[in-house]
């Protein structure tokens, strides 16, 4: 059973930076694409970044492009979320999702495992 666990989150003031990870177990993780996706209370939950299955080709939402940097360690099964000058509309559920292959996009159509989330707070 694939299992998905994310950290990092917490409350940090705007233009600060966070640093998400999640560990993954279960497969083989080098096989797939990882992604991570954002929730915000009252909305639906939205794409963020993701990564190929080697971290040759990411892809970022535009509202993170410059901001954000998905990072994979295949030694160590876990995938990075860098998330720097963060702003209000940043805060939200953060969860990370495996993908069903080796490369993904922004659908979560795409990713049949999901982390419980890690809650994101951007204060002003």
């Known amino acids: 059973q694939v299992q998905l666990v994310e950290s990092g989150g917490g409350l940090v003031q705007v233009g600060g930076s966070l640093r998400l990870s999640c560990a993954a177990s279960g497969r083989t993780f080098s096989n797939y694409a990882m992604g991570w996706f954002r929730q915000a209370l009252g909305k639906e939950r939205e794409f963020v970044a993701t990564?190929?299955?080697?971290?040759?080709?990411?892809y970022y939402a535009d509202s993170v492009k410059g901001r954000f940097t998905i990072s994979r360690d295949n030694a160590k099964n876990t995938v990075v979320l860098e998330m720097n000058t963060l702003k209000p509309e940043d805060t939200a559920v953060y969860y990370c999702?495996?993908?069903?292959?080796?490369?993904?996009?922004?659908?979560?159509?795409?990713?049949?495992?999901w982390g419980p989330g890690t809650q994101v707070i951007v204060s002003s």
């Open positions: 990564i190929n299955y080697n971290g040759g080709r990411t």
């Open positions: 999702a495996s993908a069903q292959g080796p490369n993904a996009g922004h659908n979560s159509w795409e990713y049949d495992y």
